[in-house]
């Protein structure tokens, strides 16, 4: 299970006559990410910065952060550790800076895109992930109601059903919990039932507050 985005978020402040704009959202890949923050330089052509951090995990563990011509240390390092503070993964902020005349400072830009990160994370939606697999169940009519109602009641999904001979449902199980959910199927039918994989999907787990 890991922590990501569902929506992106934004913000905008303004220090000493410095514009900071930040975007948060969610990214899949390296290629995800670098799209995302070329569009970010794009929507502002002429700002002298664009700094930012990313983080993915799952199939492919990277992390990569950039200060983009900022005082090293100042921008790209400290929106990457709020990523990681958050505990954030498959995620991205870019921070896009005009400057207003006033120098900052090395502890003033810290804080700066600090703030312009977590303001981003804080407008965006946090949600749980897990991997998770669809099982197609059928059983008899008769078996249908019961079923339903013990799926409910133990937090498996139910995604989809059709009924012809007999019904067809099928039910999204987190990976973890696959084994399980097989033998609560065998057991609610007393056997009589037909169980087969489907195919692979991402479970939403919730929204945590984590801001």
Known sequence: MSLTLSSAGNSKIEIKQSVFIG????????????????????????????????VLSGG????????????????GMPLLNIIQS???????????????GILLGKGGLVRAYTEAGVAAL?????????PGTVFTVRIGYSDYDKFIFECAKRGYESQDARFGEMCEVDVLIEDRACEDFCSFVTDITSGRCEISKGGVREMIKGHPQIF
């Open 122 to 130: 804080a407008d965006s939606d946090p949600v749980e992930v897990a």
């Open 86 to 100: 958050k505990g954030l993964t498959d995620c991205a902020v870019v921070v896009t800076r005009y400057f207003g």
């Open 60 to 75: 492919i563990n990277m992390s990569k952060y950039s200060d983009d011509g900022e005082p090293s240390g100042t921008a």
């Open 23 to 54: 975007c948060a959202r969610r990214i899949a890949s390296p290629e995800d990410a670098s799209s995302f923050i070329a569009g970010q330089r794009a929507l502002y052509p002429d700002a002298r910065h664009s700094c930012y951090a990313w």
